[in-house]
């Protein structure tokens, strides 16, 4: 077999003019109006020329992981299309997955080297390949070879990387997809699905808006590299006066971004390294934004490659900035304004404030996908109470999609599908008309009593704790608010609330309750729920620390004065109060005593007094197991957060994922518990209802019924799905089924399975 020619062309084209002149005559070659593959074909035999290179070959990544040989100067052109290299193959295959360049005068001899026959690159003993990367992905793989060992310089491996931006953006652009056979197509645009964590249940199809986008660059290379670099050096300019200031002022600061992130940003800005590796890459011939984007690409490929969580961070930190100087350079703000949102809009984000969601139409916005951002972030919060479905956790999900994009977000099982296939697309569309369908099955139920089968009543509440839930008391047809949690008014503010907005937000909550009770809860900030603004002190075991009443009652002032708002709003009204995370019975006495203080206070100044109140406590430490008798006897309520009880009756902590299900609620151990509090409140004649999660799942819903619950608090968007079942429920059938089992389980401690039979057996939908 003949070996192929060196690229005669090189000797004729002479010393080449550098990357410049390199990026200028691919920019005419971009304009041409030429095939995809004669444009492929054009860029290596110029890219090749430039670098004296005896061979310039792309490989493209497909979506089944391989590298196909899409385009060479120098290898064999039979095996264009030809050759498939698998993800972890030869030196392309390393170059793909570390994302780093790899420069080697014999490459022959690295342990990865392998050759194919059918390319005649035997001969070649120099290589240079370099990832071809956007918003840090490996989109392919850009080579260069000679035949001669020599070294190729930083200069050129830094000229053949900002090449690759321009075969990026080709691919990024779809271009090549009519090249590729069906399965093997470009990874870069392709359907792709990932899984994360469910935030909040419920599916929406609809088209990327990217929150803070990436600013889409039109112009890669530069006409004139002086006036961009000048232009880079403005916008740093700026951008340090951007930072300094807000890190001045407090106020400022305190606006949505922390003050240590902003010292760290302003750090980085002076940081010689970053700054010295975006300048290089304009002075090789591309505009600012490409050369922030280059490196700004580069450190997204390493933070995904990443296991140390601090240079994560560090990363993280890096890439924030690069997203801020590339805003001062175009000129181009946050997000799209109300009237450029898409209708069907799922935004797609890193991170984002509360406030930040808030701000756009909720009419529009269908999903939402975050690359950060656990069940208990306050955007999470505030997501579910505006019943927007949305997964968590997408390692780089703003890197994997373009504004545009179809998307699909599947809250239930934390699933979300970029660029769907159109059978996903249709097989999601019947699942949201058969929610539809459900969901006007539930409104039909909206006004029956909740009376099961044998009858008994069984009243169902709403969770709530914004101001936006409060039309889900209408829409659900609850019997009140179970829980209304006042700390996530604290968790999404910016700055701590003033007494007078907690009281306009409990009065606009009575309001809208009308008649129907409200069960207020008093701070429970401390432990998973942060307030930035308070100055978090350093625990070792937050859940088991210093919050809800125990800090309450460390500090009166905050305890006093939102009580004082509580009894202000409720002024002529019934209204009811509720202690969290009560340990032992003087804490509720201690708590109790503080209301009685108020209310001499507002007395004594003639403030319109509640008509009448009741003081309960939240059972959710397994201490209070022990006093039952001795709380019943003090409480006018009880209320059961399952949540917490559960984490800590299994030492098993709610929010890691790790240990959150290995323990199972529905278990012996934890019915039991229930059982007692509830069948002991009975006896002293006090309510006992559960506001927990397990009351919004329909399985934990029956569970609770059978046990002996009547009271009920629920996120809204269960209170349909459960009515259903309960309506349907024979009770006294489902105590002889299961009650039996708390005593003497059968193998497992939990009895979930015996559970899911009886409801199959009596027809029950779970
Ligand atoms: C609970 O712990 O079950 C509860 C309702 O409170 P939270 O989830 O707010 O801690
Ligand atoms: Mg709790």
């Given amino acids: 077999m003949k070996a192929p020619e060196p690229n005669k062309d090189i000797e004729m084209r002479g010393a080449l003019g550098g990357p410049r002149v390199l990026l200028r005559r691919l920019r005419e070659v971009m304009a041409e109006p030429v095939s995809a593959q004669e444009r492929l074909d054009k860029i290596v035999v110029l890219i090749a020329a430039n670098m004296v290179a005896e061979v310039c070959s792309v490989y493209v990544l497909r979506v089944d992981g391989t590298l196909e040989l899409y385009a060479t100067e120098g290898l064999k052109r039979e095996a264009v299309h030809q050759t498939v290299l698998k993800a972890d193959e030869g030196l392309v295959g390393l170059v793909a997955r570390e994302a780093n360049p790899i420069n080697l005068s014999d490459a022959q001899s690295h342990p990865a080297f392998s050759y194919r026959p059918e390319t005649g690159e035997e001969i070649y003993h120099s290589f240079l390949g370099v990832p071809i990367l956007r918003a840090g992905n490996t989109l392919g793989v850009l080579t260069v070879q000679n035949r001669a060992r020599r070294t190729y310089t930083e200069e050129e491996e ?90 001045e002022h407090r106020d400022l600061a305190d ?10 940003y302003r750090m980085f800005s002076y940081d010689q390294g970053w700054l010295h590796k975006i300048r290089e890459a304009v002075s090789t011939g591309l505009t600012a934004e490409a050369g922030v984007e280059r490196v700004q690409s580069d450190t997204r490929a390493r933070m995904l490659r990443a296991s140390d969580p601090y240079l994560r961070e560090r990363l993280h930190d890096l890439d ?26 799922i935004i797609v984000a890193r991170s984002m404030g509360p406030a930040a969601l808030l701000d756009y139409d909720r009419k529009k916005l269908r999903g939402l996908v975050l690359e950060e951002g656990g069940p208990t972030s306050h955007v ?14 997408i390692e780089n999900a703003t890197g994997l999609v373009e504004p545009g994009d179809a998307i699909i977000v599947d809250g239930s099982s934390g699933q979300v599908h970029m660029r769907p296939p159109p059978d996903i697309e249709a097989s999601y569309a019947e699942r949201v008309r058969l929610r539809a369908r459900r969901q006007a099955q539930y409104r039909a139920l909206r006004d029956r009593p909740c009376r099961t089968k044998d009858g008994q009543d069984i009243t169902l509440m709403i969770n709530a704790g914004l101001a936006i839930d409060l039309p889900h008391i209408e829409e659900t047809g609850a019997a009140g608010i179970g829980l209304f949690r006042t700390e996530l008014q604290f968790m999404v503010a910016n ?22 009770p409200v069960t207020f809860r008093t701070l429970d900030i401390g432990g998973d729920k942060v307030v930035p603004y308070l100055r978090n002190i350093e625990e070792e075991n937050p859940a088991l620390g210093w919050r809800a009443i125990r800090l309450g009652l ?42 009685e203080v108020e209310l001499t206070h507002l007395r004594r100044h003639g403030h319109p007094l509640p008509e009448r109140i009741e003081i309960g406590a939240m059972l959710e430490v397994p201490a209070l197991l022990f006093q039952l008798d001795e709380l019943l006897e003090r409480v006018d309520f009880l209320s059961v957060g399952s949540n917490d009880l559960m984490q800590f009756l299994y030492a098993a902590d709610r929010g890691n994922k790790r240990v959150a299900e290995r323990f199972d609620p529905l278990s012996a151990p934890m019915l039991r518990a229930l059982k007692d509090i509830v069948d002991r409140g009975r006896k002293h004649n006090k309510p006992v209802a559960l506001c927990g999660e397990l009351a919004s799942q329909p399985i934990g819903a029956l569970a609770l019924a059978i046990v002996g619950y009547r009271t009920l608090s629920l996120a809204p968007s269960a209170v349909g799905p459960v009515k259903a079942l309960l309506v349907e429920l024979d009770v006294k059938k489902g105590e002889e089924a299961i009650l039996p089992l708390l005593d003497r389980p059968a193998g497992s401690i939990s009895i979930r399975h015996q559970i899911e039979s009886f409801a199959a057996a009596e027809g029950l939908q779970l």
């Fill in 495 to 516: 700055a701590f609330p003033r007494t007078s907005e907690q009281l306009s937000l409990y009065r606009s909550v009575l309001d809208a309750a009308g008649k129907r």
């Fill in 380 to 393: 999470s919060i505030v997501a579910r109470a505006l019943g927007i479905p949305t997964v968590g956790e």
């Fill in 554 to 595: 460390d500090r009166p002032g905050l305890l006093r004065s939102q009580v004082r708002a509580m009894l202000r709003a409720a002024g002529g009204r019934h209204l009811r109060i509720m202690f969290p995370m009560v340990a032992m019975v003087e804490e509720f006495d201690k708590a109790k005593a503080l209301v």
């Fill in 255 to 264: 606006d949505g971004e922390h003050r240590d992130v902003l010292e760290a």
């Fill in 158 to 247: 830094e000229a053949l990387q900002t090449t690759a931006m321009v075969l990026a953006e080709m691919i990024a652009s779809g271009e090549l997809s009519s090249l590729a056979k069906p399965g093997a197509e470009p990874a870069a645009r392709h359907a792709m699905h990932v899984t994360g964590t469910s935030l909040c249940d419920g599916i929406a199809l609809g088209h990327v808006v990217l929150h803070e986008p990436r600013v889409v660059i039109t112009n890669v290379i530069a006409d004139d590299v002086p006036r961009e670099l000048k232009r880079l050096d403005a916008a740093i300019a700026t951008l340090r006066e951007d930072l300094d200031r807000m890190v």
């Fill in 320 to 345: 924030d900035l690069a997203n801020r100087l590339m805003r001062v350079l175009s000129g181009k703000d946050h997000a799209p304004s109300k009237e450029q949102l898409p209708d069907n809009a």
